[in-house]
Nanobody, 122 residues
């Protein structure tokens, strides 16, 4: 079974930085897109950033110029470097992966981590 485990969340002051990590583990699998989404109470889950294995990052409008997504394909790990954070960035951040397991006819599905809390204080 493939699993995603996030780490790096916590409390940070406005204007500061935080780095989130998400590692995928399992036996035999392939991942194309990995990324981050976030959610706050009363709002829909929103895109933070995604990136394909070959690059081509995509960012949500609210984080452009402040956050940077990167990944280590060999380690199946995706990172989110959060700079110049704002109180509005406070949310639960969820790691995402587009997973393909080449078993039988093959199985492709969306996989989500458990989420990590990021709180930005004024």
């Amino acid at each position: 079974q493939v699993q995603l485990v996030e780490s790096g969340g916590g409390l940070v002051q406005a204007g500061g930085s935080l780095r989130l990590s998400c590692a995928a583990s399992g036996s035999t699998f392939e991942i194309d897109t990995m990324g981050w989404y976030r959610q706050v109470p009363g709002k829909q889950r929103e895109l933070v950033a995604t990136v394909r294995g070959g690059g081509n990052p995509t960012y949500g409008d609210s984080v452009k110029g402040r956050f940077t997504i990167s990944r280590d394909n060999a380690q199946n790990t995706v990172y989110l470097q959060m700079d110049s954070v704002k109180p509005e960035d406070t949310a639960v951040y969820y790691c995402y992966a587009d997973v393909f397991e080449p078993l039988g006819l093959g199985h492709q599905y969306d996989l989500w981590g458990q989420g990590t809390q990021v709180t930005v204080s004024s």
